[in-house]
């Protein structure tokens, strides 16, 4: 399908390019590559570079009409794409964060309740087996002390 519509167009763009060659050497160099009998009584080519330039500028503003209208269109468009995306983001982005913003709330309760019910007793008991150990060590290191003595000090006796 493809090949058949680059064929169509080829054929199509060759037959508009001999008709401008003809029309040009027509009416420029008098030949006659297309029969006088194939134009139209009311059309002739033109005779001049002003009338050249007269059909220039008709065309030149055609394409001038043809962008603004162009221009025009594509401003609605990019209008209508930026209310469709902020449409977008009121209605999805803004629950999103929401359940975002939830989400982080419970996650800092979680750690703070695994905090608060793990950590703390593990510090409690910790702090209390510390305490334990420092007072039994300064009890059995007692008469180390009261003889001058410190723990891993004491003189050799020979």
């Known amino acids: 399908m493809r090949f058949l519509a680059t064929v169509v167009s080829a054929a199509i763009l060759l037959f508009l390019v001999y008709?401008?060659?003809?029309?040009?050497?027509?009416?420029?160099?008098?030949?006659?590559?297309?029969?006088?009998?194939?134009?139209?009584?009311?059309?002739?080519?033109?005779?001049?570079?002003?009338?050249?330039?007269?059909?220039?500028?008709?065309?030149?503003?055609?394409?001038?009409?043809?962008?603004?209208?162009?221009?025009?269109?594509?401003?609605?468009?990019?209008?209508?794409?930026?209310?469709?995306?902020?449409?977008?983001?009121?209605?999805?982005?803004?629950?999103?964060?929401?359940s975002l913003r939830e989400t982080l709330d419970n996650v800092k309760g979680t750690a703070e309740f695994a905090g608060e019910t793990v950590a703390s007793p593990i510090i409690r008991v910790y702090a209390v087996a510390r305490g334990v150990r420092s007072g039994l060590a300064a009890i059995t290191s007692l008469p180390d002390r009261i003889r001058g003595r410190r723990h891993g000090r004491g003189r050799k006796k020979k």
């Open 19 to 98: 008709l401008a060659v003809g029309a040009i050497a027509d009416g420029y160099f008098g030949a006659d590559i297309i029969p006088d009998r194939a134009v139209p009584d009311a059309w002739a080519a033109p005779d001049s570079w002003s009338e050249w330039r007269d059909i220039v500028l008709v065309l030149l503003g055609l394409f001038w009409v043809l962008a603004g209208m162009l221009a025009v269109v594509f401003i609605a468009a990019l209008i209508a794409l930026v209310f469709a995306v902020r449409k977008v983001v009121r209605e999805n982005a803004a629950p999103a964060l929401d």
